[in-house]
């Protein structure tokens, strides 16, 4: 079931709050559900409840007033490895490392957020300001772009934390609908868009592996378009296609023996 149909089957919009997700889903449980309602398709009503479990696993958590984490990560240790490829405004090398595994870092010629100059200020008042938000980028292993409002930037780390576990445990259909999901909400993040193609290409492998060569194939092409101007991947998704040839060659050959 694609993200969108799931958005759609809640009436809900892809900006929709856990909060929203769930009204919607009491609602139209009741609704739907056959029991309380004979006569009622119970088909339906399971694509009701799929449609909301996904929602739940994509759908960033809001933060909490007094620890300004997602609740299901407050018990969690955060993960030391950094976050996939790293992308600024300025030149800079990047990777197309699976989220899970640290990238190299990135090499910047200027700094792609400068802290604004103080006007009115002292410059006794300005240094220790401008301090605090360097040690604040230092500390952020995250790419964010200036656009994302601070919400966002939250939202965007407890995404790419709950992405590593999801591929952690295989579960590419709800790793996908995630990073989608983040991809849409935040369209204007780069990094975002790189962890998307990095999770087509895990994807895709798997499949080969699998021998779903044609879903592999598929996956391949859409890590590709989602981030056209990565060479590191444009690289590696070449060998990945050129080791899938080599697979459906050799089954072919099987058939043929056989």
Known sequence: MELLDCYRLLGLTPHATVAEVKASYRSLARRLHPDLNPGLSHDRFVRLHQAYQVLLEVVPHSATPASGLDPDLSQTPVPTTAPPPRTTRTTTRTTSNP???????????????????????????AAPQAASQAASQAASPFCHHPQLSPFERQL???????????????KFAHAIALVEGLSQRLSVDVEVRQWQAVTYQR????????????????????????????????????????????????RSSRRVNS
């Open 203 to 250: 994807v895709a492998r798997q499949a080969i592996e699998q021998g779903e060569f044609r879903k592999g194939r598929i996956y391949l092409n859409k890590a590709l378009r989602t981030d056209p101007h990565n060479r590191s991947l444009r690289q590696e998704v070449e060998r990945d296609f050129r080791y899938l040839q080599r697979q459906v060659r050799q």
């Open 99 to 125: 989220p899970g595994q640290p990238p190299e870092n990135p090499r910047t010629t200027t700094n792609p957020s400068s802290p604004p100059r103080a006007s009115s200020q002292s410059a006794s008042q």
């Open 156 to 170: 965007k780390s407890q995404a790419y934390y709950r992405l590593q576990k999801l591929l952690g445990q295989g």
